[in-house]
């Protein structure tokens, strides 16, 4: 039998400790009418999400954009979210009781996200889930972000744990990939898109009311290995950024 001590969890930010998809979503659509460009945000986040802004605004500009250019974009679009989603911040459903019972059990526990430092700390202080976290990784500890696996892989050697006994928390298609690359495990929350278009997760949760630390170890009991990354995804030109 699987032992929490054993296994550490990282955890996504975005889509996973808060539902603020629809917030993001919402700050790219401003941008992009500020530039006239006709983008759908949020079909463009469902395949894209969990890559840095920068990476995901090189996918929308038809013309080369300069990287100081891109950043300024970035820039523009975070400032837009935070002032879209500062009274929304909330946690998603169960994770200050999931996160703490699974410290409780043994595991450890990781944040890995594409996220810069300040963004990091505008969610995980707001709602005081810092001291939850053993190790944090953000943008600013890696060369390249999802759908690379370096943001996994890090998270995995800060927490000092072989990546076949991590587990990712993810909400992305891309984060999944990420996770598969990085040899984990995956389980997706349903947050920002539909079950269905994940590959292959050992389990798919609205929130954390639905899981617990034992349900955990028993799905790394039912799933042995992590799945290969899916080929056609991880073919598309944007995993190459």
Known sequence: MATASNYALIFDMDGVLIDNT??????????????????????????????????????????????????????????????????????????TNFLTAARTAGFKIGLGTASPPETIGYIIDHLNLRHLFDTITGKADVERGKPHADTFTTAAKQLGTPPERCVVFEDAV????????????????????????????????????????????????????????????????????
Request: net charge positive.
């Open 22 to 95: 629809a917030y993001q979503a919402r700050a790219f659509q401003l941008l992009f009418r500020e530039h006239g460009l006709t983008t759908n945000a949020r079909r463009l986040l469902e395949r894209l999400n969990g890559m840095p802004a920068t990476n995901i605004l090189k996918t929308v500009f038809r013309h080369p954009v300069p990287e100081k250019e891109l950043k300024q974009y970035a820039d523009q679009r975070e400032f837009l979210y935070r002032v879209l989603y500062w009274n929304k911040r909330r946690e998603v459903a169960g994770l």
């Open 174 to 241: 891309l984060g999944e990939q990420s996770a598969y690359k990085a040899g984990m495990r995956c389980i997706c929350l349903s947050t920002s898109v539909k079950p269905d278009k994940f590959q292959n997760p050992m389990k798919i949760i609205k929130d954390f009311t639905e899981i617990a630390p034992q349900d955990v170890l028993e799905l790394l009991e039912q799933h042995l290995t992590a799945p290969k990354p899916d080929k056609q995804i991880a073919q598309r030109k944007y995993a190459k950024l």
